[in-house]
């Protein structure tokens, strides 16, 4: 991923603007077909992987949950053995409530909301542009993801381009256009690093090698899982 620097004094001949417009939307051009690749690949895979795999783990999770009743209604205790308040998360991913939304995270997040919340922006058009990066602020606290947030605040480039009054954008302005789209560029390789950092598609990728040797590591996973399950309620007969 190459790096993105956001300063409107590093290019200023027009015509080299104007150049660098052209690179930018040929980027992002190359860059949104990539991520839509991915999410579409990640899709499939996530469909897949819940009709083979996650099915079966719903099934013997429940299995799990009747033999823990069971024990405890044999030990006299009722509701059986203290469960977390968790939630089995079938994709083998970070549940959605796992995210580390704790108070350095919390405080990261406000740090980025002071410097970039559109409240603090002097016309629409910056009001855009920092609604912008407010977005990719809060899908960063949602996920925990730390280090976008630490991009974000210490991004000087970021900080002139939201602070810098332009009003509407005019087509001819190539300096604005360039800043936005290195903007937009900056959200979208945000967007596929979260896609390539994702347990989910780490384990797609493991797949995807493993049938590349002719192995179907989703059936053989089902299979072993399926000798669980028939495990599990040969216990939960005996306990019955």
């Known amino acids: 991923m190459h790096s993105l620097s956001l300063h409107p004094a590093s290019v200023k001949d027009p015509v080299d603007l104007e150049s660098e417009v052209a690179r930018l939307e040929a980027a992002l051009g190359v860059r949104r077909a990539e991520l839509a690749a991915l999410q579409e ?6 469909a897949r992987y819940a009709q083979v795999v996650g099915s079966r783990l719903a099934e013997l999770a429940e299995v799990e949950k009747a033999i823990r009743e069971a024990e405890g209604r044999l030990l006299g205790v009722e509701g059986g053995p203290e469960e977390e308040d968790t939630e089995t998360d079938f994709y083998g991913g970070q549940g959605a409530g796992e995210a580390p ?3 350095s995270l919390r405080k990261l997040f406000w740090s980025v909301a002071k410097m970039f919340h559109p409240d603090h922006a002097a016309d629409e058009g910056e009001a855009r542009r920092r609604h912008t990066v407010m977005a990719e602020a809060s899908r960063a606290y949602r996920e925990g993801d730390v280090e976008s947030l630490h991009t974000l605040l210490g991004d000087e480039g970021l900080q002139s381009f939201c602070a810098s009054a332009r009003g509407a954008e005019d087509p001819a302005d190539f300096g604005a256009r360039a800043l936005r789209l290195e903007l937009e560029l900056r959200t979208i390789e945000f967007g596929i ?5 994702d347990a989910l598609h780490r384990l797609k990728l493991e797949v995807e090698a493993e049938a590349a040797r002719g192995r179907d590591a989703l059936a053989l996973s089902a299979e072993r899982i399926d000798r669980q399950i028939v495990k599990a309620r040969r216990r939960l007969e005996h306990l019955s």
């Open 41 to 46: 690949g990640l899709r499939e895979f996530k």
């Open 101 to 103: 939304v704790g108070r």
């Open 193 to 197: 690093k979260r896609i390539r950092l």
